[in-house]
């Protein structure tokens, strides 16, 4: 091969594995600053002059090298945000083996599928782990322990409506308000046929294990870093997400007469 | 006896924390801080508040508490700061707050009675402009670290004084 076709396969591939890289960290949560710092970093190590957009969900990139005699041009859209902070981490320790022990791409490819592949959490520790920060909520807010009781029930099934809606692919918005009208109908019941020995914490607490917590806090991150309208975008979806729990409230609230 | 009230609270924070911490699928080896980090954030915005601070400003302290301990534990742990922060804060997102203003707004969008129309829509702006400080203030409290010191990634940055 010339030295100018190897050059071009270069930039190819680290032009590709860039936006492989940047699109994993905005659907696993990372802020745009985050992501912008990231591929910078890499891009450098390499040479490469890097200029970029970086959207909610899109990412468009041009390399060029210092002669300006390659360029590389794409655009690439990434998965529904789903927040996974092990990869983030991973991406994060990844990026700077690369600064510091000159990975090449190939190399790069083979640990981005290693971490890629890594676990989740078994499905019944996070059912378990997420109903009891949902009765520590309600405890927080002034319940007590029948009160709390009712939220572990609550949050637990909640979750689980809410993992079946998403594997069944139903929309967004919908999977949180299936989440939120599980988790409120449940709580709502204990509320009401209580006897008064469970109160009204139980009910506004039961559905705070769906608050948009990555989206809002990247919202403000991403406004003190002055990337307003990325802010707009991620703000506006949890607002709608917010909806959402709402309108899950309040078909309960419609059904029990509150 | 209200000490031990306040320090109670403290464990429901950090295991709050931790639950999110497993939502969010946070390595196994960064829950123990994450559940340290979410109770002295915790502690910090209760006791603050104890002491008559407003709760908007209690989060903030709580916040910025969290803040300065994420970077510390980042180097500690090597993990970035936000995968340690960001569970950590959510235990104080004012979810009882947010409640109380999404019921205001129902209630001034259904039937209309003159009487209690002005109160309603004075309690539901005070709690939707209350919601809307506070996830300000916990966003603005956890970046303090590097506002301050004017540093574009925790690697450089560290708490030690110089030769």
Not at chain 1, 14 to 34: E, F, P, V
Not at chain 1, 51 to 69: A, G, Q, Y
Not at chain 1, 181 to 207: P, W
Not at chain 2, 47 to 76: E, P, R
Request: proline share 4%.
């Amino acid at each position: 091969m010339t030295p100018e076709s190897i050059k071009n396969t270069e930039i190819k591939e680290l032009g590709a594995t860039l936006l492989h890289i940047g699109a994993l960290l905005l659907s696993a949560g990372a802020s745009t600053g985050r992501t912008r710092n990231t591929i910078t970093r890499i891009s450098d190590s390499f040479g490469y002059n890097t200029e970029f957009v970086i959207n909610n969900r899109t990412l468009l990139l041009t390399l060029s090298d210092e002669n300006n005699e390659y360029f590389f041009n794409s655009l690439k859209r990434s998965s529904p945000h789903g927040v996974n902070f092990t990869l983030l981490s991973g991406i994060s320790h990844l990026s700077w083996e690369i600064v510091e022990d000159k990975l090449t791409i190939n190399q790069i490819n083979e640990q981005l599928a290693k971490l890629t592949a890594l676990p989740h959490y078994e499905r019944w520790i996070v059912l378990i782990l997420v109903g009891l920060a949902g009765s520590s909520f309600c405890r927080v807010n002034g319940g007590e322990a029948l009160d709390m009781l009712a939220v572990f029930i609550a949050t637990f099934a909640g979750l689980f409506v809410r993992q079946e809606a998403t594997r069944l692919r139903f929309n967004l918005y919908m999977c949180i308000y299936f989440g939120a009208f599980t988790a409120s109908l449940i709580a709502g019941g204990a509320v009401k046929f209580g006897m008064g020995y469970t109160h009204e914490q139980a009910f506004a607490t039961s559905v705070l294990f769906l608050i948009p917590g990555v989206p809002l806090i990247n919202t403000f991150s991403d406004m003190i870093e002055g990337n307003l309208q990325n802010a707009i975008v991620r703000g506006m979806n949890g607002l709608i997400i917010s909806f959402a729990i709402g309108l899950g409230l309040l078909t309960s609230m419609f059904i029990y007469q509150f | 006896m209200e000490w031990l009230l306040l320090l109670e609270k403290c464990i429901w924070f950090g295991l709050a924390a931790t639950g999110f911490a497993v939502l969010f699928n946070v390595p196994v080896k960064n829950l123990p801080t994450i559940y340290l980090m979410g109770a002295a954030g915790g502690f910090t915005k209760v006791l603050t508040m104890h002491f008559g601070t407003n709760i908007v400003f209690g989060s903030l302290y709580g916040a910025t508490v969290v803040g300065f301990l994420s970077i510390y534990f980042a180097h500690k742990r090597h993990s970035p700061p936000p995968v340690l922060a960001i569970p950590s804060v959510i235990p104080m997102i004012p979810g009882i707050l947010a409640y109380r203003m999404i019921i205001g707004l129902t209630k001034l969008a259904g039937e209309i009675q003159p009487e209690t129309y002005n109160q309603v829509l004075a309690e539901t702006v005070n709690y939707g402009l209350k919601v809307m400080f506070i996830l300000m203030c916990l966003a603005g409290g956890v970046a303090i670290p590097m506002l301050i010191t004017r540093k574009e990634s925790a690697k450089d940055l560290k708490f030690r004084r110089r030769n």
